[in-house]
């Protein structure tokens, strides 16, 4: 046995054929045997896979001892072993880290029959494997089944060049990684108790074993965090709660029922209800729910449209209300008709029921108009409130109802904007109207923040999340006062909130901060001191090293300060150089500042990036004047934001390389990138994912490219404003494009069609310009699957370790030279 006293060893390739090196014994565990009483090998049974499988997530936790039928081993040096051979099972494990990406062959001498695996993934059962790997934090995991001689055993390294190192290492902290990212558990939904003495929780991770598939667990559990109720395929937003919270209903395999929750037993109160939602609790013994069918067929050879929502592929589901008699299973349709109608609140002391249904009336921008309807159940009769152009959610108040939209709700009143000026209908307003519809208050009209979802207390205070600059909070609306409250939550984004209906009302919600990733809190309104129930942190991120993050804010050509931060790279080194990736969105929403997403920040920093994001004028959440800039705009002041304020950051951060720039966005902010290339040379490589080329194929072919267009292009339209549909768009100015350009698309992309990335791509060819393509297939505008995700968000690094660290290896490795 070779041994080695350097803590650390760098092993490198000398050559193109490059030499071999032999991995110092003193930085590998060895732990075994696990069965030292038996003889039996995993090879000798049908199931030699599963059992090693099912040991490698306990092998691969960072203990100093393992416990197997109650029998505690130890990891050991492997320069330690001085045994010839053993019974059972042993193993192996180091940890190694990589400055880039890196290939070569592990080769494994003296082990007989073992199986290897590569943060987690099996890679071989031969004495050889293959490995690629990013730059980041590793680890090599040897599940040894026959070894004759102990001392024979030898580990090597041969890279494939110059380049290819890896350095063995026992640090306390790990780099971020992409696994990490998307398979640590998140909770996808909640639900809280009336009484708030319950709550329920949907958790949500992934797997290397269950590939795409997520592991789902949905729980009942008590103030105290003590499980009290498992619920299988059911997500928590699913549950409605009776008022004395005794009680739960729900749809399952197409039946209603009921969960009693002091002796939890269920009950079928209705069958055969496939396609039915939304349900909630209109009195102890009445369910008020959804009930939809897939609605007319068209034949088989063609389809008939009979308006611009048929392009939709659920444009003729029906959806209608129902009532459910939980004693005799009694159903009552509260609505009917050829048009669908949206349940969206009730008043069970009124007995009416408020509901929504769409019509289709294209005269106005943004095309669509909404018809807010109440329902009086004693006496059936309808009445229209009124047809909104913006209408988001209605709320019954104590003399009326709380309604948000946009500024242009009930003919402007909410507007706060210079004379003249088109406002943004996408920063939600909130308001007040009386029960005739008649007559509006604007509350929120000097409230910058833009509103979302919004609860009523029983004292008609409302609790809402709001966007406020890049970050979501919580706020609550005090009637009494007339004044807006920020809740005050620990979070940067709130992702979800629940409100219980005590005297002493309590907010459960989730939220990440930019750096943290996403907890679950509970708190009271009234002293407002929120408490973690439970924390991602703890289970996924421990000894993770995080960016650092700065705020970095600049003022525009207009005067107006533009918001943004930057990660900077664990351990940064500010005597050296650094590439940079700037990102933005630029449509109507801001980039948020939560832990991470499918645009990974935390992640990019840990590749070796410094990551500046900013916020380009048209966000909401500025301010109305701030958000009303994108209305007819289409990266007018955008573009020119991004430039001056990439200028900026790069003279604020002298380590940042001014040659090693990269900038990409996604959807509007796909549509930017495109644009900037037409219009600077300030990047060296520039990435646009499912981004818009010709504004008006986006217009007349996108799902929903008509109605956000009613909002970004107001009034505008190819025939009476050719100069924004052609000149803005990016296609339109191939010519200018010099920076090389990755184009990314789902080929099954209904929101912006793929046919946009092509349109670009097609006039860079003919133009000879530096061009690439990657569609993800069956992807639709947003890229989900875990293996898809892993390899898109691969694509997007390799390729700006391309450009930006002059190494092609990665890109090589997915493409091909």
Do not use: C
Request: hydrophobic share 35%; charged share 20%.
């Amino acid at each position: 046995m070779k041994l080695k006293t350097a803590a650390t060893i760098l092993f490198s390739a000398i050559s193109a054929q490059a030499m071999a090196g032999s991995l110092d014994e003193s930085q590998i565990q060895f732990i075994g045997p696990f069965s030292a009483e038996t003889t039996v090998k995993p090879n000798d049974t049908a199931h030699r896979e599963k059992i090693i499988n099912n040991l490698l997530p306990t092998l691969s936790k960072n203990t100093k001892q393992i416990k197997v039928f109650t029998n505690e081993i130890k990891w050991r040096s492997l320069e330690s072993i001085d045994q010839l051979t053993m019974p059972g099972l042993q193993a192996l494990k180091f940890n190694f880290s990589t400055n880039r990406f890196t290939s070569g062959k592990l080769k494994l001498n003296g082990v007989e029959k073992a199986s290897i695996f590569l943060n987690g993934i099996a890679i071989g059962n031969d004495n050889e494997v293959k490995i690629d790997v990013p730059m980041g934090d590793h680890q090599i995991i040897i599940v040894a089944e026959q070894v004759n001689d102990w001392g024979k055993v030898d580990l090597d390294f041969e890279g494939n060049s110059s380049h290819d190192t890896i350095t063995l290492t026992d640090k306390d902290t790990k780099a971020l990684s992409a696994k990490q990212l998307f398979d640590a558990p998140t909770i996808s939904a909640i639900s809280q108790a009336p009484n708030g003495k319950y709550y329920i929780t949907t958790k949500r991770h992934y797997s290397d074993a269950q590939g795409n598939s997520a592991i789902t667990e949905t729980t009942l559990q008590n103030q105290d965090g003590e499980i009290l109720y498992r619920f299988s395929g059911l997500s928590a937003s699913s549950f409605a709660w009776r008022d004395d919270s005794k009680q739960l209903a729900f749809f399952e395999n197409e039946q209603l029922i009921t969960l009693d929750l002091k002796t939890f037993s269920r009950n079928v109160s209705v069958h055969h209800v496939a396609g039915a939602s939304n349900v909630k609790y209109f009195d102890d013994q009445t369910l008020i729910f959804e009930w939809s069918n897939d609605g007319k067929k068209e034949g088989d050879l063609t389809k008939h449209y009979q308006g611009l929502e048929d392009r939709w592929s659920y444009a003729r589901t029906q959806s209608q209300v129902f009532l459910a008699d939980l004693e005799s299973g009694l159903l009552q349709a509260v609505t009917v008709g050829n048009v669908s109608h949206s349940l969206v609140d009730f008043n069970r002391e009124q007995n009416k029921v408020l509901v929504t249904k769409a019509i289709s009336d294209y005269s106005a921008p943004p095309h669509m108009l909404t018809e807010l309807v109440e329902i009086d159940l004693k006496t059936r009769e309808a009445r229209s409130i009124g047809k909104y152009r913006t209408l988001n959610s209605v709320k019954y108040a104590s003399k009326g109802f709380y309604v948000t939209a946009g500024p242009d709700f009930a003919n402007g009143i909410g507007r706060n904007l210079p004379d003249g000026m088109l406002a943004n209908n996408y920063d939600g307003q909130l308001f007040w109207m009386n029960s005739e519809g008649k007559s509006v208050k604007a509350l929120s009209k000097e409230f910058a923040p833009s509103i979302g979802t919004f609860t009523v207390l029983d004292n008609d205070d409302v609790v809402f999340i709001a966007g406020a600059e890049d970050k979501r909070h919580l706020f609550s609306y005090d009637q009494s006062k007339n004044k807006m409250v920020t809740l005050n939550s620990g979070l940067d984004v709130i992702d979800q909130f629940v409100v219980s209906k005590e005297k002493n009302a309590e907010v459960l919600f989730t939220g990440t901060t930019a750096s943290t990733p996403q907890q679950l809190k509970r708190m009271s309104i009234s002293d407002k001191k929120a408490e973690i129930l439970w924390d991602s942190k703890e289970i996924a991120y421990q000894n993770s090293e995080v960016a650092k993050l700065e705020e970095f804010n600049f003022t525009n050509d207009q005067g107006v300060e533009i918001k943004g931060r930057v990660y900077l790279p664990h351990n940064l080194d500010k005597a050296k150089q650094y590439p940079a990736l700037v990102y933005y969105y630029g449509g109507t929403s801001p980039v948020s500042r939560a832990f991470t997403g499918r645009y990974p920040f935390n992640l990019w920093a840990a590749k070796g990036y410094v990551v500046y994001v900013l916020q380009p004028t048209g966000a909401t959440g500025f301010g109305q004047k701030f958000s009303a800039e994108h209305v007819n705009a289409w990266g007018e002041h955008t573009a020119n934001d991004i430039i001056k304020g990439t200028k900026a950051f790069v003279e604020a951060y002298p380590f940042v390389d001014e040659k090693r720039l990269g900038n990409l966005g996604a959807s509007y902010g796909g549509f930017m990138t495109m644009l900037l290339t037409t219009k600077t040379d300030l990047f060296s490589a520039s990435i646009s994912h499912a981004g818009i080329s010709n504004i008006t194929s986006y217009w007349g072919q996108g799902w929903w490219g008509y109605l956000y267009s009613g909002e970004a292009s107001k009034g505008s339209f190819p025939w009476n404003n050719p100069n924004l549909y052609s000149q803005h768009s990016p296609v339109f100015n191939a010519d200018k494009v010099k920076t090389p350009l990755l184009l990314i698309h789902g080929d099954a992309d209904t929101n912006v069609p793929p046919g946009e990335s092509h349109n670009m791509y097609t006039a860079l060819k003919l133009l000879g310009q530096d061009v690439e393509l990657v569609e993800y297939k069956g992807a639709d505008h947003q890229i989900f699957a875990r293996d898809k995700r892993f390899h898109w968000w691969n694509t997007m690094l390799a390729y700006f370790d391309k450009h930006l660290k002059d190494e092609p290896q990665w890109w090589e490795h997915l493409y091909g030279k």
